[in-house]
């Protein structure tokens, strides 16, 4: 039995700590997220179900997620097919969505951009 172990020791360091321009700062508490248009609902339902479609096919060939190139950072951020569902899931019940993404090091080859999952996903159907 592991026990005085800190696990936020071992996170890695928040990339906006100490950010005077930190995307969270500019959120009031106390205002509630505005509600999705029906138009913005089916959209996520859409991509959620196309995520679900690109870890089945993807995943046997050790595709983890996808990444996509900040634009206020200007680095690439790697999200797991869990942790892009999980967010989708979350904006669809009205919730923040945590922020997360796997580990500090992770294994870039691994991950692809979105518009590869699509056209491989359409490579597949088309056959």
């Given amino acids: 039995m592991v026990t005085g172990v800190n ?3 071992q996170m890695p360091r928040d990339p906006f700590a100490d950010d005077p321009n ?3 700062s500019f959120l009031d508490a106390d205002e509630p997220m505005p ?3 029906e138009e ?3 959209g996520i339902i859409q991509d959620l179900s196309l995520v679900k479609r690109f870890k089945e096919i993807l995943s ?3 595709i983890r997620g996808i990444f996509f190139l900040c634009e206020d950072c200007a680095v690439n951020h790697y999200y797991d097919w869990e942790i892009l569902a999980a967010n989708m899931r979350a904006t669809l019940a009205d919730e923040l969505s945590p922020v997360h993404e ?3 090091e ?3 080859t691994a991950y692809v951009p979105w518009d590869y999952c699509l056209g491989y996903l359409d490579g597949m159907e088309q056959r």
């Fill in 22 to 24: 930190d995307p969270a």
């Fill in 60 to 62: 046997p060939r050790g």
């Fill in 40 to 42: 913005e609902r089916e």
């Fill in 106 to 108: 992770p294994e870039v």
């Fill in 7 to 9: 696990f936020d020791a």
């Fill in 35 to 37: 509600p999705l248009t």
């Fill in 102 to 104: 796997p580990g500090a």
